[in-house]
């Protein structure tokens, strides 16, 4: 158990739709990622936050957006969903030291219809 | 920039054999490195690490050694067996970009009997 915890564990929708997906990190760290896993493009680094603050942006979409609470917890909010858009959607944490390794949970996994 | 290349996969091997897999990296500095492992259906778990040149990582039988001459990480195992069979990452991180990871494109591994 890697201390992460993802809701939900999977997610069906249709086109157009929006959705929320909430990761709690590991207790006391405060950096929290976030990926998408697809079959054809691998694991892509969506966005990082530290403590609140956003850090780092990668392969993000303007449909999609992310924030971290005062609780550190997290969540990853998905717009005018495309059937491209599903995919697994990690979130992982770590203690944000020079070393410290990444946490990852188990991932939600999205079904656009 | 920073990146991490990976030997293509899928690797398909009988119980019991040698594993190699390939990893080198770019990176602007002094990277920390790391071998993931995602098994059907779960998130990706920390199978070892490496901080600095000539550390070697283990764990469960698998082992890496940081190689700066030759910007390489390559993953080992003496004997595989059928519940090795997943996909492996390696992965860098670098504290001067604000622990970002940088991750290879995965490498599947089937064993069997």
């Known amino acids: 158990d890697s201390g992460v915890t993802q809701t939900p564990k999977h997610l069906i929708t249709a086109t157009g739709q929006r959705v929320t997906l909430r990761c709690s990190p590991r207790?006391?760290?405060?950096?929290v990622y976030w990926y998408q896993q697809s079959l054809d493009q691998g694991l892509q680094f969506l966005i990082q936050?530290?403590?609140?603050?956003?850090?780092a942006k990668g392969n993000i979409l303007e449909r999609f957006s992310a924030q971290q609470f005062p609780d550190l917890h997290s969540e990853l909010n998905l717009s005018s969903l495309e059937l491209g858009d599903s995919a697994l959607y990690f979130c992982?944490?770590?203690?944000?030291?020079?070393?410290?390794?990444?946490?990852f949970g188990n991932g939600t996994r999205l079904t656009v219809t | 920039g920073n990146s991490v290349t990976q030997m293509e996969g899928p690797v398909t091997l009988s119980e019991e054999a040698f594993l190699t897999i390939n990893c080198t990296y770019t990176?602007?500095?002094?990277?920390?490195l790391f071998w993931y492992v995602q098994y059907p259906g779960e998130g990706l778990q920390l199978l070892l690490k490496?901080?600095?040149?000539?550390d070697k990582g283990s764990n469960k039988g698998f082992e890496a050694t940081y190689r700066k001459e030759t910007t390489s990480f390559h993953l080992e195992k003496g004997s595989v067996q059928v519940s090795d069979s997943a996909v492996y990452f390696c992965?860098?991180?670098?504290?001067?970009?604000?622990?970002?990871?940088?991750f290879g494109t995965g490498t599947s591994l089937t064993v069997i009997p």
């Open positions: 207790s006391g760290d405060l950096s």
């Open positions: 992965a860098l991180t670098l504290s001067i970009t604000g622990n970002q990871f940088y």
């Open positions: 490496a901080t600095k040149a000539d």
């Open positions: 936050y530290y403590n609140g603050e956003e850090r």
């Open positions: 992982a944490s770590s203690a944000d030291r020079s070393n410290s390794p990444l946490h």
């Open positions: 990176a602007t500095g002094y990277p920390s």
